[in-house]
């Protein structure tokens, strides 16, 4: 099932801008020391790269591998409406896509340098990208309410003096 019409046509700079846009997103979330503001974060680092964040987001809807590599990606573009309207279910089934693309691939998740040492192809590295920002992002989508009051006790502090 696809989201999104195919094209086959990607020019090799903006082949390559994806590429290396998913990789990028991908080593944002692994050096994430703050929960709290990490969504702001990233959501700025995409508004701020030196490209139109709607033709990011149609170059990524609409490449050949839009669901294997990129369809967490597009998932935070629609949580946080980068570029288009706001549309958490359309995020959430982006997740879930992204997610249940790691039954398809070959490998288990491990470090990407791990990956480039050992010499695996490219579609592969890319597609376990996807499944790992998918399952971060997705956890973040479940649990940021929880992650957040647990590095804020003082919400429970507060609650408490309620009763």
Known sequence: MSFYPLINDTSENDESFLKKFLID????????EDFSNFEIILSEFIIYIDK???????L?????????????IIGFFYQHGIGCD????????????????????????????????????EFDILQN????????????????D????????SV????AKKR
């Open 25 to 32: 997103i991908y080593y944002k979330i692994i050096d994430v």
């Open 52 to 58: 139109n964040v709607k033709t990011i987001l149609e």
């Open 60 to 72: 990524m809807k609409n490449h050949k591998e839009s669901e294997t590599w990129f369809s967490s």
């Open 86 to 121: 706001n549309d958490k279910n359309k995020a959430f089934e982006l997740y879930l896509l992204a997610v249940n693309n790691e039954k398809s691939s070959s490998l288990k998740f491990t470090r990407l340098r791990s990956l480039e040492e050992e010499n695996v192809n």
């Open 129 to 144: 990208i996807n499944v790992y920002i998918g399952k971060y992002l997705l956890s973040l989508f479940y649990c940021k």
């Open 146 to 153: 929880i992650i957040l009051d647990e590095l804020n006790p």
């Open 156 to 159: 429970y502090l507060e609650s």
